[in-house]
């Protein structure tokens, strides 16, 4: 326990029991997400049917928010990569980064797409090949509109959504020295409510947000690793038993990778995925149809960018179909729903960058590399069905998780490089899901960044355990609604996010910046050249105490009550400092 006059702990009666988190966002959260998954495992059937009823509903009724939101916030970024705001630099003009540019974009990468694009890579472009919306299935034209979907989903729209809150999070927590929490970045529209029960909800909604986004990266991804695994052994069956055993294995390799942290778990495997998928990404480029991918993708890109502006406000309005919301509207969901999770990650790496090299950063190079990826992999498929020997639009259409495996199959080396991509997947599946957790243990804990092991490893097990319930319950169309749905509500957040950042960025340009002096607050250092050390919202320890263990004592203690730990324009900001005597240099941002 702590004693309060001398500011030491005995960290050995708290063991790996103790939890330090924000008790009504921690508890919270987990109780709506136990909840969920307990009733999809107790009323399969029922759970089944209610999902399809709401993916139909918010896909209908909320697909025109969703192309809206996308384009208002791709649209606001932009502004910032050219406007005045962009030399401003996280953590001030004296910060430096953190981590190597190299690493940066490995980490980027890894956080904000991985499993996705392995999943879709072959396969969205050979459905919109079959079964294209704009043009006639089968032919040219439809493989040229394929290829433009495909763009459009994985370009500049997502990456404006990471990049966004990635900013807010970064501008509020090391320029003006709020806590690292979604709330955050309300303070210019809430003032101090965000201390209360307003910002209690905005953190649970991230929280549950991020957990359905991210089990839903790791359903797919456990679905291909078992349809790989079929295709190479036949031995090996594809169904939901396999499936829950590999994400109970994967999930351990995960939370081996969250328990030993961001640079000797995450880093590292970050850096190694990226190399690996590297690997195999120019192992299709030199074996498959060289000539025809290096032309596509320069065509691929003109025509991105000749019909951006149709192809991102299209709505099937004239159309009477639904095809949108099985990809289109899924899309802005997923990526809406993920956002708080690699904006925060992003946020996390990104200290000492300026909001111009951040923005270049996060919104054009992974855009780039993501489209040389779905030209590899999109046009390699492509071109065994219009000039090969074809099967891959049946394939697809059959089962999606195996698309990859059967385009490979038609390449030399079918054997290793099947291996490699069930190696990437993997390294994907534990890099989304360590990060996941310590991005979701980051919110809970109050925007504590260095909570205790014990809850990264209890939030990387919840994950797990949403996706193997997503996929008892409904498979592929659970996942889609799960991302759908948790995205809606948080689309609303992100565009009152723009606003709030806006705000907060012309305060600070004009010298009406926050007054920041740490009060009494030992707290984990957070970046490498600190200026101070991070406040947190209110958190609280509970821990397992030799009293308890004897039956004789409580599960809770709660902190002590601090002095305000800094001042924001002349307001008492109630944050939640540890209790020590060391006064860390505090001043004016």
């Known amino acids: 326990m702590r004693d309060n006059e001398t500011g030491t702990a005995d960290e050995t009666q708290a063991g790996l029991f103790k939890l ?20 999809t495992i107790f009323f399969e059937s029922t759970v089944d049917n209610l999902f399809h009823v709401v993916q139909g509903a918010v896909s209908t009724y909320a697909g025109w928010f969703f192309v809206g939101t996308m384009n208002l916030i791709l649209v606001y970024v932009v502004s910032l990569l050219f406007g005045r705001f962009g030399d401003i630099r996280l953590g001030g003009e004296g910060a430096k980064p953190e981590f ?39 032919t040219p034209a439809a493989a ?67 957990m359905f986004g991210v089990a839903t990266s790791l359903g797919l ?46 880093k590292f495997l970050s850096q190694i995925n990226i190399v690996v998928a590297a690997a195999l990404m120019f192992f299709v480029l030199l074996l498959g149809p060289t000539l025809f991918i290096l032309n596509a993708f320069i065509e691929n890109l003109g025509v991105y960018v000749q019909n951006f502006a149709s192809l991102s406000t299209w709505n099937e309005t004239y159309n009477d179909t639904a095809w949108q919301n099985g990809w289109t509207v899924f899309y802005w969901g997923w990526w809406i729903a993920w956002s708080p999770f690699v904006g925060m990650f992003i946020a996390r790496v990104s200290y000492g960058r300026t909001i111009r090299e951040f923005i270049k950063g996060v919104l054009l190079v992974p855009t780039l590399v993501t489209f040389l990826w779905v030209t590899i992999f999109g046009d390699t498929a492509l071109h065994i069905e219009m000039f090969g020997d074809g099967g891959l639009a049946k394939a697809v259409q059959e089962n999606i998780p195996v698309s ?10 079918s054997e290793i490089s099947s291996v490699v991509a069930i190696v990437v997947i993997i390294t994907f599946f534990v890099t989304s899901s360590d990060s996941g957790s310590l991005v979701i243990d980051i919110i809970t804990a109050g925007g504590n960044t260095e909570p205790p092991v014990i809850q990264r490893v209890f939030w990387a097990i919840l994950e797990g355990a949403v996706a193997a319930a997503l996929l ?52 984990p250092e957070f970046k490498t050249y600190a200026t101070h050390k991070m406040p947190t919202f209110g958190r609280r320890q509970f821990w397992l105490t030799e009293a308890l263990q004897r039956r004789t004592g409580a599960a809770m203690r709660p902190r002590p009550t601090p002095s305000p730990a800094f001042q924001i324009e002349g307001s008492s900001a109630r944050s939640e400092p540890n209790d020590s005597k060391e006064t860390p240099t505090g001043g004016k941002t």
């Open 404 to 413: 990859l495996f059967v385009m490979l199959e038609s390449l030399p080396l």
């Open 472 to 523: 008892l319950g409904g498979g592929l169309v659970a996942l889609q609604t799960a991302a759908i749905s948790t995205g809606l509500p948080f689309a609303i957040i992100l565009l009152g996010m723009c606003w709030s950042l806006h705000l907060g960025l012309v305060h600070y340009k004009t010298g009406q910046g926050f007054e920041l002096g740490v009060q009494g607050y030992e707290g």
């Open 100 to 138: 190597s540019t190299l690493g940066w974009f490995a980490m980027l990468f890894s956080a904000g797409m991985g499993i996705g694009l392995l999943f879709y890579g072959v396969a969205e472009p050979m459905f919109h090949y079959v079964a294209s919306p704009l043009a006639e299935p089968g």
């Open 144 to 210: 040229r509109v394929a290829m433009d979907f495909t763009f459009l989903h994985w370009g500049l729209h997502p990456w404006s959504i990471y990049a966004l809150v990635g900013l807010a999070l970064g501008f509020f927590a090391f320029n003006k020295g709020l806590p690292l929490s979604i709330r955050s970045v309300f303070y210019p529209l809430l003032g101090e409510r965000i201390y209360g029960p307003i910002g209690n909800v905005i953190d649970i909604m991230a929280t549950v947000a991020t």
């Open 221 to 266: 991804g456990v679905q291909q690793v078992n349809a790989g695994l079929s295709h190479l052994l036949d031995f090996i069956p594809q169904n939901a038993s396999v499936q829950l055993v590999l994400i109970a294995g994967i999930t351990m390799i995960a939370t081996w990778s969250v328990v030993r942290g961001l640079d000797s778990g995450i």
């Open 20 to 39: 330090d988190v924000h008790p009504w966002v921690f508890f919270s959260s987990a109780a709506i997400i136990v909840f969920f998954v307990g009733l």
